[in-house]
């Protein structure tokens, strides 16, 4: 499965983005899709997950309430919309998923398939 992530860009504190990450060779129903950014010298972090059906998502403290993953599963894309964004929010996002179905992921390693990743730079 490859993974394509797109919609990142340099916007100003309190403007939205859009992220799509849009999948080919297989079929994204059934696997848990999330998003994760990575900023300059930091860890990978966790942004935001969501299960097959779409019915259960799971963000980080920090985004609650101004971003909102969701999925198309008839399109094969899963979305991050990014409200309120805050300068501490640039980083690279990266889409993940897992190889096998029905699974439940409860790290980072246990996503198997990453895309390329797409820039998101919010000034102050």
């Known amino acids: 499965v490859q993974l394509q992530a797109s919609g990142g860009g340099l916007v100003q504190a309190g403007d939205s983005l859009r992220l799509s990450c849009a999948a080919s060779?297989?079929?994204?129903?059934?696997?848990?899709m999330a998003w994760f950014r990575q900023a300059p010298g930091k860890e990978r972090e966790f942004v935001a997950a969501?299960?097959?059906?779409?019915?259960?998502?799971d963000y980080r403290d920090s985004v609650k309430g101004r971003f909102t993953i969701s999925r198309d599963n008839a399109k094969n894309t899963v979305y991050l919309q990014m409200n309120s964004l805050k300068p501490e929010d640039t980083a690279v996002y990266y889409c993940a998923t897992q190889a096998s179905r029905f699974g439940r992921p409860s790290s980072r390693y246990e996503y198997d398939y990453w895309g390329q990743g797409t820039q998101v730079t919010v000034s102050s």
């Open positions: 060779g297989r079929t994204l129903s059934g696997y848990y």
């Open positions: 969501i299960s097959w059906s779409g019915s259960s998502t």
